[in-house]
């Protein structure tokens, strides 16, 4: 393999999944403590984050899963710790696809209808609101997950 070629694959895996856990585990906490800025703010700035990160996985990882099977083919040693690697980054590739194509856009078209600021005791979409996030929270977990372990694997 070449000596490029295997650092550049684990620096944009390590960018996805920085980027991934910074968003998660930074920005949006930080963005609801955040004081000047109201509740439906928050959710409209998450909303318009979300979507341009969520497209940048999908590229990203394309990218990945490309150049990763075109390495696997041109390994010698270690071959099926290659091919584990690349199945995990397809796997978080395809979750990610997931949120882009099904989770996201139903969780951002529920949290558009709502006011976060004024909600009315027992508004039933605030329930439908609580399981899309819940599940998109699931799935990021999952592709952080899959992104340790492909790093793992790739390191």
Do not use: C
């Not at 906490?29 to 996985?57: C, D, L, S, Y």
């Not at 990610?96 to 949290?111: E, K, N």
């Amino acid at each position: 393999m070449n000596t490029k070629q295997r650092p550049a694959r684990v620096a944009g895996l390590a960018v996805w999944l920085g980027g991934l856990i910074v968003i998660d585990f930074v920005e949006t906490p930080a963005r609801f403590r955040t004081p000047a800025v109201n509740r439906n703010q928050v959710v409209a700035i998450g909303r318009a984050v979300f979507a341009a990160f969520n497209r940048t996985e999908v590229i990203v990882g394309a990218f990945l899963i490309a150049a990763g099977a075109l390495l696997v083919t041109r390994t010698e040693t270690n071959a099926h710790k290659s091919v584990a690697a690349v199945t995990a980054v397809s796997l978080m590739w395809l979750v990610a696809l997931s949120q882009y194509i099904w989770a996201r856009p139903r969780m951002s078209a529920v949290t558009k209808e709502l006011d976060l600021v004024r909600r009315e005791p027992g508004d039933v979409r605030f329930q439908v609101l609580r399981r899309w996030h819940k599940t998109y929270v699931a799935l990021d977990f999952l592709k952080v997950a899959l992104g340790l372990a492909a790093l793992g694997l790739w390191a």
